[in-house]
């Protein structure tokens, strides 16, 4: 029997990536989006191009209700929940001093809080089949902050402790959790920076290259195969950070 994932805001980016792959290694995708429905879309078509079915569900994951139907959605069809991607993230670039509120609960509950209820809705299938992986797309920020991102950074440190905890209180029931801690990697959420901006950061990066999606992606597919990890936090950024 296939095994079963749900990511979270697989419509582009690193979660996009993290579909495809999967899919292509023959495990049944469920890929969530929120606004990006013709992204979305596109995901499925293109994956029908190569005789893979997923499956693409709307649901905003800060949502309780949401994401509840979400899960009844997945188990009423596929009977269990193997795999949990929480992928779902915003950035926000600004100076700390002039954050509001709203900034505030915008990204943290975006990247943190759907995190939490996402992945408390998941546990209950888990905990019954003895058996789960969740891997948790966190940042290099969470590890060492990131000026004029200290909400994204403050999210992203956020996941990592709940990652590091919760295998602690998991292991017993055989559900590994770990994050995987992108560095600059070429997608949207970094189409801020200026070409002279990545050229600089390109120097900083022992390898000499941006990351791109497909890295991340492997990863992600390393952790599934994986039985003996948990409890980490997978930093991929081409040696920027040692």
């Given amino acids: 029997m296939k095994k079963v994932a749900i990511i979270t805001g697989a419509s582009q980016g690193i979660g996009r990536q993290i579909a495809i792959t999967l899919a292509e290694q023959g495990i049944q995708v469920i890929a969530n989006y929120n606004k990006s429905e013709k992204e979305a879309i596109k995901l499925k078509e293109q994956m ?3 005789n893979i079915e997923i499956d693409i569900i709307k649901a905003d994951v800060t949502s309780r209700n949401e994401v509840k139907k979400m899960i009844k959605y997945v188990l009423e069809k596929y009977k269990k929940i193997d795999i949990l991607i929480n992928n779902a993230g915003i950035s926000e670039y600004k100076m700390f001093i002039d954050e509001t509120d709203e900034d505030w609960n915008r990204v943290i509950n975006t990247n943190l809080y759907s ?14 089949n003895k058996n789960g992986c969740i891997i948790n797309i966190s940042s290099i920020w969470g590890i060492v902050g990131a000026s004029l991102e200290v909400l994204y950074s403050i999210s992203k440190a956020g996941l990592d402790a709940m990652t590091k905890a919760l295998a602690k209180e ?9 994050s995987i801690a992108p560095g600059f990697i ?8 200026s070409e002279k901006e990545i050229e600089s950061i390109t120097q900083e990066i022992p390898l000499e290259r941006i990351g791109n999606t497909e890295d991340i992606a492997k990863c992600v597919n390393w952790l599934i195969e994986d039985n003996y990890t948990t409890g980490q936090v997978i930093s991929i950024n081409g040696g920027w950070v040692i």
């Fill in 186 to 193: 070429k997608t949207k959420i970094n189409e801020k920076f």
């Fill in 115 to 128: 995190a939490f209820i996402v992945t408390q809705e998941v546990l209950p299938n888990m905990i019954h």
């Fill in 48 to 50: 029908k191009e190569q």
């Fill in 170 to 178: 998991l292991g017993p029931s055989n559900i590994r959790i770990n």
